[in-house]
């Protein structure tokens, strides 16, 4: 009874980790949003999502984020200053990888050559059965200032009001267990 209750805490786990990041403050390892007080009205803000977390939801979360942090503040609106999305690529390897050396008590290096292509080295075509898949992890960052009152002309500003009303439906919170 104790390991089925052990498997299923841990199958509980890792469905609860198996999504996309929601929309939260960032946790320990960096994913969710932050923001850091530059001036009084003006402060960095990001999203950081993991590797199922889409661009966009990354870029709308940090849209929101940027809505709801003016209201907080007490403020009706804010203009983007300067933003980017960084993106980061890795390459992961899985399988079993025993590489050009020990299998079963003896070394072995396999080196041949193809009449089209050349000598090859350090492939073991009976033990490499490696399989690699690529992740995108995405990070969106903006500086933003606020202001009181009617927008001014010339620069464009968001209704923070506005914005936490259009994307709030698409905002997606952590589920309370």
Do not use: K
Request: net charge neutral; proline share 6%; hydrophobic share 30%.
């Amino acid at each position: 009874m104790l390991r089925v209750l052990a498997v299923c805490a841990g199958l509980a786990l890792v469905t609860a980790c198996a999504g996309p990041t929601p929309y939260q403050p960032a946790d320990t390892a960096g994913r969710g949003y932050q923001e850091v007080r530059i001036e009084q009205d003006r402060y960095r803000v990001s999203f950081s999502g993991n590797t199922l977390t889409d661009r966009e939801t990354v870029e709308t979360y940090l849209l929101y984020r940027a809505a709801e942090l003016t209201l907080e503040r007490g403020f009706d609106h804010f203009s983007v200053v300067q933003r980017a999305t960084d993106t980061e690529r890795r390459t992961q390897a899985t399988g079993p990888y025993y590489g050009p050396w020990h299998h079963s008590g003896f070394w072995v290096h396999y080196r041949y050559f193809h009449p089209r292509y050349g000598w090859y080295g350090w492939y073991d075509p009976f033990w490499d059965d490696r399989r690699y898949r690529e992740t995108t992890r995405y990070e969106a960052s903006a500086e933003i200032v606020m202001g009181r009152g009617a927008r001014p002309d010339g620069v464009e500003y968001f209704d923070a009001r506005e914005v936490t009303s259009n994307l709030g439906p698409r905002i997606q919170r952590p589920v309370e267990s």
